[in-house]
């Protein structure tokens, strides 16, 4: 039997308004001895190639092809991306407690992406970082220059016992998933007595205040409607203090001793049981024990992790499964041509979207050297920002770098609630968000933190 290889090349006709030239196909063509009968098998494998693609189309993915589409040309940038539709996910805290509604906080996909950016509404499945190629489910083979690695953290409801058949049950809510966190405020309005739980995993996890933004809110929520004396709210976190950073922490433990707040450490939520309203915990300090707590309300952070085909590349991750990239320059610590920026990453900062701002500057700066064959200077110092809501008028600014040192915007104390700053979280960060970040303008607060602190600030 005869083998023959063939290369062409046909229009497809797709919605993108691909050209013939953006595909290779390939075909295997096998005859028999009879030479007037062939059996004709075709393989065909759209191929396309880029100066720059990006995996992901959240607040990194869409930032930084703003900065790209308009600097490489059109189609020049490929976008990998399988939603259609964008959140800005720091408003579901604002959602959770009935300040603001689950449309407020999404836009179509394409209306964020640039425009003359080349959009594949797919499933990144494959990479193969040795040759510069990424493959897709729908079968694309894309090979690139340069690559960015945008794709967020994963959500892991299973893995919690019960979890998933929780939520769907009365008086169990999440913040954290489009799916969920309408139902946050809906158990709020029907709580009326009994214990009100709040908790954090023992994984990384995007906005580690998130978990206990939404029991003070649940907190002041009750006091407002007379409710308060009926509830037993309980924190239980898996870390070894309320917040990472001590200032801030302080600050909390106070909040929490004020409004009789219960502070467990070290507890980390493994089960779930809707039927008898039951959390079932570990103490991480002594695997062997396990308390088990009834609830009336259940507000349960699941344990995430980096998406599974990232993990599942090897020479791309860490052994915990993120992008390993150089914390300083964010590019990748084996491949010249990747970079990585958000909550896949292995960053040692607190996972928000004030930290892939204050990244999109060090990625660009860096990637404009790589392109140009110069040596990158730009050097991220792991600032990030946490708006501890603290209520449904106050809010605790925190802000700080690697080493958990505070890096203040303002020159105020922002470990104290403030109004103005709940207020700037609840208006004037969105604005931000949609009209200046999605767009490439905002690469985070840092000249506005030097000017009020007359330059003399990091």
Known sequence: MKIVKVIFKRMCGLK???????????????SNKFQSNYVLCLQIIPWRSCKLVIIGGGSGGCSIAAKYVPKLGKKKVIIIEPAQKHYYQPMFTLIGGGMKKLEDSCKDMESVLPKDAMWLKDFAIKFDPANNKVYTKKGDCIEYEYMIVAMGIQLDYDKVKGLEEALKTPGVCSNYSPLYVSKTYEELKKFKEGNAIFTFPNTPVKCAGA???IMYIAEHYFRKTGKRDKANIIYNTSLGV???????ADALMKVCAKRDIKV???????E????????VFENLDDPKSKITLKYSLLHATPPMSSPKILRDCKELVDPAGFLDVDKDTLLHKKYENIFGIGDCTNLPTSKTGAAVA???RVVRLNLDAK????????SYLGYT???????YNSCILAEFDYNGQPMETFPVDQSKERLSMFLMKKYFMPQIYWSGMLRGWWEGPEIFRKILHLGLTK
């Open 264 to 270: 467990n450490l070290r507890h980390n939520l493994i």
């Open 358 to 360: 204050s990244q999109l």
């Open 16 to 30: 993108t308004g691909a050209k013939a030239e953006d595909f290779r196909f390939w075909s295997e063509v096998s």
């Open 211 to 213: 978990p206990q933004k």
């Open 242 to 248: 309320i917040f990472g950073v001590k200032k801030y």
């Open 272 to 279: 779930v049981n809707p039927d008898r309203k039951e959390a």
């Open 371 to 378: 392109m140009s064959n110069k040596k990158m200077e730009a």
């Open 385 to 391: 920002s946490c708006p501890l809501v603290t209520g």
